[in-house]
């Protein structure tokens, strides 16, 4: 099992910054010449990393981890630019698209975004690259394109309350032929974004940047996952979960946190040789370097809620076949990079399951001022096959988190950190990532440019409105910033 650590490198230093948050004049970031602008960014300043949310497609709620298409990209973050360079739009139809909200307007992207891309499909010929695509890809594209096209007929209604000869789909890929023309909409909208993609995968590697990916651990009700594939989820005669996906009451949450998500139908998966989690996790890797799975403690042990609770208190505990996934999963993709975010409640048997497959897990800074002997503090790391964050997309922004520390917790950071003139409370955060052992620290972009809250938190778990939204300032590539981080990667040998 020795391939899966280290990643092929050590102590090295990464950013995460989403797709969603690059800058943009078209209301959200793409795969442009900003993104290639920000793999300089990371190259110049001594970084190894790139991680980014999920791309998949985001539905009501705006959230990536609660995508329509596991498999499928978002049709948002292709580049309106280069699709203007092919000839497919207009310079007049570019400023039509173009909005400066000072946060990602997803409403105004779903009323105006799709015009552009149906304009820029009418124009488009297939070519070979084309036809080679959905070729190595129709396992998951085709339900994909014909889920897509009956969500539009259906007013994007969820599947449950189609007729029943499209809630089924056998029976609507047997009439699938009345819909090509939307499938072919949406096959189209796949292939540009996984051009587009693979240009941005490439650029990276010339320029010895890793790109780390992420995976949630459910996918949505409301998906084209679920719909084509029924029996590998436990659902009723109406189609509904009988169970779904949560975390109990906690110390944050006196309700726990009721996600919806139905439940995987576990032990038909493993007599199938795990095959459904086969397919997912190698289209992954057809886009990632690194993949790091959300709520990875759920492949040990999972907490069930019965379907039409209002809270998580009335939940249980159950054992998932974890280890025997990941067998399968190993010798399937045996050079398979994986990280594991084992944050939460973490008992033995997640333990185990990290350590038998020597996946490294997460070390979040914002824990760690509160007991001495926490294992989130760098110098009790007791490995170096682990990554250390700052903060991330579920947490406050350094700055926030640490000017809130008061009492016995704000008096252990200042013991813990080290003190250099003219470095404020963030930057040594940074350092204290930085210096730890651990392999790679990942650093939140809000946190290098010392962004509270207020100014760029990502997400506020259990909070369904008002998140994903944060856009960086295209004035965000300094000089002074640049010398700044480069300063500090090359100080802390992170380099």
């Not at 856009?471 to 010398?483: D, G, H």
Request: hydrophobic share 35%.
């Amino acid at each position: 099992m020795g391939k899966l650590k280290n990643f092929g490198f050590k102590h090295k230093a990464g950013i995460l910054m989403p797709i969603s948050s690059l800058p943009s004049k078209y209301g959200i970031g793409s795969f442009g010449r900003e993104a290639r602008s920000f793999v300089d960014f990371l190259s110049e300043t001594g970084h190894k990393c790139w991680q980014v949310l999920p791309l998949n497609p985001t539905s009501y709620g705006d959230s990536p981890y609660q995508s329509p298409a596991s498999g499928a990209g978002n049709p948002y973050f292709i580049d309106l630019e280069i699709l203007s360079s092919k000839g497919l739009l207009t310079k007049e139809e570019l400023k039509d698209q173009k909005n400066n909200d000072k946060k990602v307007n997803y409403g105004w992207l779903f009323e105006n975004r799709y015009k552009a891309l149906r304009k820029a499909f009418s124009r488009f010929k297939a070519n070979a690259e084309y036809r080679a695509f959905l070729r190595k890809n129709a396992d998951w594209v085709e339900s994909y394109a014909l889920f897509m096209a009956l969500k539009v007929k259906n007013n994007y209604a969820s599947w449950t309350c189609w007729q029943e000869n499209e809630r089924d789909c056998e029976q609507a890929r047997e009439n699938a032929k009345q819909h090509e023309g939307e499938m072919a909409f949406w096959r189209w909208v796949q292939f540009e974004f996984d051009s587009q993609w693979q240009d941005i995968r490439a650029y990276a590697k010339k320029n010895g940047i890793v790109l780390i990916g992420d995976m949630p651990i459910y996918v949505a009700h409301d998906s084209a996952d679920v719909w084509a594939a029924r029996d590998q989820f436990l659902l009723d005669e109406n189609y509904n979960p009988t169970l779904v996906a949560g975390v109990p009451p906690d110390a944050f949450s006196e309700t726990g946190q009721l996600w919806g998500n139905p439940i995987y139908n576990w032990e038909k998966m493993k007599n199938e040789g795990f095959n459904w989690w086969l397919n997912r996790i190698g289209r992954a890797f057809k886009l990632y370097d690194i993949v790091r799975i959300d709520h990875f403690r759920g492949f040990a042990g999972y907490y069930t809620i019965p379907f039409g609770e209002e809270t998580a208190v009335n939940g249980r505990w159950n054992d998932a076949p974890g280890q025997e996934l990941f067998e399968t999963v190993n010798r399937k993709f045996p050079s398979a990079k994986i990280i594991a975010e084992d944050l939460g409640v973490i008992t033995d048997d997640v333990k185990k399951l990290l350590a038998d497959n020597e996946f490294p897990g997460m070390k979040m800074l914002p824990f760690a001022f509160y007991d001495e002997n926490s294992e989130y503090i760098p110098r009790n790391f007791k490995t170096e096959n682990c990554v250390v964050y700052t903060s991330s997309h579920d947490s406050d922004c350094a700055r926030s988190w640490v000017n809130d520390l008061t009492g016995y917790a704000k008096k252990l950071f200042n013991r813990e950190r080290k003190r250099i003139k003219g470095e404020n409370n963030v930057y040594s955060v940074i350092r204290l990532a930085f210096e730890s052992k651990a392999n790679l620290a990942v650093v939140q972009m809000q946190d290098y440019l010392n962004l509270n809250n207020e100014e760029g938190r990502m997400n506020m778990p259990s909070t369904a409105t008002g998140n994903w939204g944060w856009r960086m300032s295209p004035r965000y590539n300094t000089k002074s910033l640049r010398e700044k981080v480069s300063a500090l990667t090359k100080e802390t040998k992170r380099r």
